[in-house]
């Protein structure tokens, strides 16, 4: 099925670094979303994206929506141990209710 | 609870044997969503319904797999003559509302299959 790249798979870091991810797809999204998941729960929304071009923040994460709607980035400022988890994200496609996911971010965080 | 429950948390089962997923949404939530999440991926879309009505099923991924919501509220997935493959996490989501972005999707802790 139609998947988004996500990149890295994997991401090793120190408590108090930056962390950026992104998505790319070959096809246009008009909503983009970004969701981490817990071990044995199920994805929580960070961030959603509506608007080309759009910058939004929620507390230390950035996330924005890419120019030609085929993307998007997600930036962790000041890492802490919570941070940790696996990141996706995800598109809506216009006119349907369904959501495609990346492959997911796994972030390790090294106190 | 307030969540969207799912049962069983754990399924192990036998190939050949069919087995029922059960999720039970956040109450009032109008839609509701399969989802399948394997070892390393994201999730992969299966089915929606809006209200009992089952609206895309084209994620699902052969006429082994078939869902249900009759009354609009706890639905149902089952996949009859499971195989090895199969063997993944089964996510559900629900939504207050019908035709959303996206982002009021709220996800259950999932079914995890093993078929053996």
């Known amino acids: 099925g139609q998947q988004l790249n996500q990149s890295p798979q994997s991401m090793f870091i120190q408590e108090g670094e930056d962390v950026s991810m992104n998505c790319t797809s070959s096809?246009?999204?008009?909503?983009w979303l970004w969701y981490k998941q817990d071990p044995g729960e199920g994805p929580v929304l960070l961030i959603a994206?509506?608007?080309?071009?759009e910058l939004t923040s929620n507390g230390r994460l950035t996330a924005q929506f890419g120019i030609t709607r085929k993307d998007s980035f997600l930036n962790i400022s000041a890492s802490i141990p919570s941070d940790v988890g696996i990141y996706f994200c995800?598109?809506?496609?216009?006119?349907?209710?369904?959501?495609?996911f990346g492959q997911g971010t796994r972030l390790t965080i090294n106190p | 609870g307030a969540g969207v429950s799912q049962s069983p948390r754990y399924k192990v089962t036998k190939r050949g044997q069919d087995v029922a997923l059960r999720c039970d949404p956040i109450?009032?939530?109008?839609?509701l969503y399969w989802y399948r999440q394997a070892l390393g991926q994201g999730p992969e879309f299966l089915t929606y319904?809006?209200?009992?009505?089952?609206?895309?099923k084209s994620g699902l991924p052969n006429d082994r797999f078939s869902a249900e919501r009759p009354e609009g509220s706890i639905s149902t997935l089952t996949i009859q003559r499971t195989e090895q493959r199969d063997s993944a996490m089964y996510r559900c989501?629900?939504?207050?509302?019908?035709?959303?972005?996206?982002?009021?999707?709220?996800f259950g802790p999932g079914t995890r299959l093993l078929v053996l």
């Open positions: 989501a629900s939504s207050f509302e019908v035709g959303g972005r996206g982002e009021t999707q709220y």
């Open positions: 096809s246009i999204f008009n909503t």
């Open positions: 994206l509506y608007k080309a071009g």
């Open positions: 319904f809006n209200y009992e009505a089952q609206q895309d």
């Open positions: 109450s009032g939530h109008v839609s």
């Open positions: 995800a598109g809506l496609i216009q006119g349907a209710q369904k959501l495609v």
